[in-house]
T-cell receptor, first 115, second 114 residues
Framework: DGGITQSPKYLFRKEGQNVTLSCEQN?????MYWYRQDPGQGLRLIYY???????QKGDIAEGYSVSREKKESFPLTVTSAQKNPTAFYLC??????????????FGPGTRLTVT | AQSVAQPEDQVNVAEGNPLTVKCTYS??????LFWYVQYPNRGLQFLLK??????LVKGSYGFEAEFNKSQTSFHLKKPSALVSDSALYFC????????????FGTGTRLKVLA
């Protein structure tokens, strides 16, 4: 799982509560990403950030928020507005620039259960 | 719009036999293509990528993939499957060098039977 850590591995919350998932990387990557994985749907992009203090919505950003105050950190907040938050959440990072090393490195994931 | 298709939800293969996991893509520019593998309750691990050059790309754990521009395909292959190859495989595409957004397929579950 490379130099990306996600915590906690399992998270349980009651409906109506906001929850923040942590993602930290020590790979010196500029770009970071959050994905949601549901059975049979593959990975869906929530938010991504190319540089510090900048981020873009992905395909399913509603009910989520992010910040990118430091290069190493890209926390994801799942708000109470997210209608179906129970899922496996994956954080990733990649280099940017004109080099060929464009693959993403993934963290181990956080499984969020909201009841 | 970019898209990636993995037409098979599951592929079963006997141990020792060759395996193929299919991927087709649609992008407007030059594609950057990737394969990843995921074991249960884990993050994805990078296997190989095609950026430019030779159409046959070799990667980790004996896997290789063939880029076919005319068929817009990037199938993952291995000459001899192992039981330990059983996992979920994802194909992904990134469009050109000006974007940092990746599109993933829905995944193909590979089951290698002993």
């Amino acid at each position: 799982d490379g130099g990306i850590t996600q915590s906690p591995k399992y998270l349980f919350r009651k409906e109506g509560q906001n929850v923040t998932l942590s993602c930290e990387q020590n790979l010196n990557h500029d770009a970071m990403y959050w994905y949601r994985q549901d059975p049979g749907q593959g990975l869906r992009l929530i938010y991504y950030s190319q540089i510090v203090n900048d981020f873009q919505k992905g395909d399913i950003a509603e009910g989520y928020s992010v910040s990118r105050e430091k290069k190493e950190s890209f926390p994801l907040t799942v708000t109470s507005a997210q209608k179906n938050p129970t899922a496996f959440y994956l954080c990733a990072s990649s280099m940017r620039g004109s080099g060929a090393n464009y693959e993403q490195y993934f963290g181990p994931g956080t499984r969020l259960t909201v009841t | 719009a970019q898209s990636v298709a993995q037409p098979e939800d599951q592929v079963n293969v006997a141990e020792g036999n060759p395996l193929t996991v299919k991927c087709t893509y649609s992008v407007s520019g030059n594609p950057y293509l990737f394969w990843y593998v995921q074991y249960p309750n884990r993050g994805l691990q990078f296997l190989l990528k095609y950026i430019t050059g030779d159409n046959l790309v070799k990667g980790s754990y004996g896997f290789e993939a063939e880029f076919n521009k005319s068929q817009t395909s990037f199938h993952l292959k291995k000459p001899s499957a192992l039981v330990s190859d059983s996992a979920l495989y994802f194909c992904a595409v990134r469009e050109g060098s000006g974007t940092y957004k990746y599109i993933f397929g829905t995944g193909t579950r590979l089951k290698v039977l002993a």
